[in-house]
């Protein structure tokens, strides 16, 4: 049965306004720690904390997308998030100004957002048909980096100048209208033929994740591009915790344009997600992958050794165009591949392995950082990327890709017990 005309635009609203609230909080957290504390590893510990709940919350966020109605799922993670950030502004307000509460308000965030992207991440199947995913996915792409990093970091950094409680109250506006977005999605629930299986043999939130995860192990392209898809992130957390003291310290940029250091590969982001339906076909999705590696790690090259802001923000840019296409590569993979009874469990096995490393590499940037120094970390991340990624790229070639996304359709997959 068709989706509701519009259903698409109700999700596409949703994550246009939780982008925003990510992206104003994405510039005043770290920016509220700077002011607090200019210890390496305290600023890194901001990413730890962000990115922890991937690794003990995301499972169980998977096998529930698979058995709830995925649209509740978004209004009440959004709402969750809401309401953490507005108690901590309030806090804030009142002079309640510790790197202990602004961690533990990101990790109960963190939490709901597993929740909230996992779903997410579930929900274009079920609206669209196969041919109109991958626009749907670049359009949905391009959104988050037209908001998430390009109007929101500006604006948060605007507004912490302000006052810091004003970035986070409203960041909690934000995060409440997308949950109210939400709302106006269908019911989103399993598919009948799913609850009936589920009748006929009842498995427990356990059994769920081990199926889900089962699936993805054996699912030797998916594995190969989610571990491609962690080194990129490691090495990006491992950089992307110190980025507010390289840019505020050795850089000299001014705190109230630190934003500019998220805005410019946001726009390379756009870019790469709007061109990735026509420049993917063209050079293919292997080609894509290798861009995905060598483009960041060339990057960090770039802002470890040199000292010229201009050609820092032009690496950066680069780089974000190159990931955005893979990542509109991958997620069309995972869609198309994947069965619809196993794609929240499937989605969330993906993103352990990919964002479960991330406070590891935030760690280890913060470790490095404290011992070596901000630039140096840079460039160990360059040759650390190159290392790690290149031998997995060259496994995953455009064929394969094609293969794996024109292959059995998914509602004729049957979910493994």
């Known amino acids: 049965m068709p989706a509701p005309r519009g259903s698409f635009a109700a999700l ?14 994405q ?51 959004n709402w969750l998030r809401a309401a953490g950030f507005a108690l901590l502004a309030v806090a804030l307000a009142n002079g309640g100004r510790h790197v202990a509460l602004l961690y533990a308000a990101v990790f109960l965030a963190g939490c709901a957002e597993t929740l909230v992207d996992n779903a997410a991440l579930t929900i274009p199947p079920r609206l669209l048909p196969r041919e109109r995913l991958e626009r749907a996915n670049g359009r949905l792409f391009a959104t988050q980096s ?18 810091a409680s004003a970035a986070f109250y409203t960041g909690a ?48 392209l998916l594995r190969r591009v989610a571990f491609i898809s962690a080194a990129i992130n490691f090495f990006g957390a491992a950089t992307g915790g110190l980025l507010v003291l390289l840019v505020t310290g050795p850089y000299q940029v001014p705190t109230s344009r630190y934003g500019l250091f998220i805005a410019v590969p946001a726009a390379g982001a756009i870019a790469g997600s709007l061109l990735a339906e026509h420049v993917v076909p063209r050079i293919g999705g292997g080609p894509t992958t290798w861009l995905a590696a060598l483009a960041p790690a060339a990057s960090y090259a770039l802002l470890g050794l040199g000292h010229d802001t201009p050609l820092a923000l032009a690496g950066m840019f680069g780089a974000a165009v190159a990931t955005a296409m893979n990542q509109i590569v991958v997620s069309t993979l995972r869609q198309a591949a994947v069965p619809d009874a196993l794609l929240g469990r499937v989605t969330a096995a993906y993103r352990l392995v990919v964002l479960g490393v991330v406070p590891f590499g935030a ?33 995953v070639t455009t064929r394969a890709l094609r293969d794996a996304e024109t292959g059995l359709p998914r509602r004729e997959v049957q979910p493994h017990p």
Do not use: C, K
């Open 146 to 163: 037209v908001i998430n990093t390009f109007v929101g970091p500006p604006a948060g950094a605007a507004l912490f100048a302000l006052a």
């Open 12 to 25: 596409w609203a949703s994550q246009a306004s939780s982008n925003l609230a990510d992206g104003l909080l």
């Open 27 to 77: 510039a005043a957290a770290p920016l509220l720690v700077a002011t607090l504390t200019r210890d390496p590893l305290a600023v890194a510990g901001m990413t730890v904390v962000q990115f922890l709940p991937w690794l003990v919350a995301t499972l169980p966020a998977g096998a529930l997308a698979d058995r709830m109605d995925r649209r509740r799922i978004l209004t009440a993670g």
């Open 363 to 395: 760690l280890a940037g913060g470790l490095l950082g404290r011992g070596v120094g901000i630039r140096a970390t840079f460039v160990a991340a360059a040759v650390g990327l190159a290392l790690a990624a290149l031998p997995l790229a060259s496994r």
């Open 173 to 220: 506006v934000a995060f409440a209208l997308a949950g109210a977005a939400a709302l106006l999605l269908p019911a989103l629930r399993p598919t009948e033929g799913e609850r009936e299986r589920r009748r006929a043999t009842p498995t427990s939130v356990g059994q769920d994740i081990r199926s889900g995860w089962a699936h993805f192990w054996r699912h030797d």
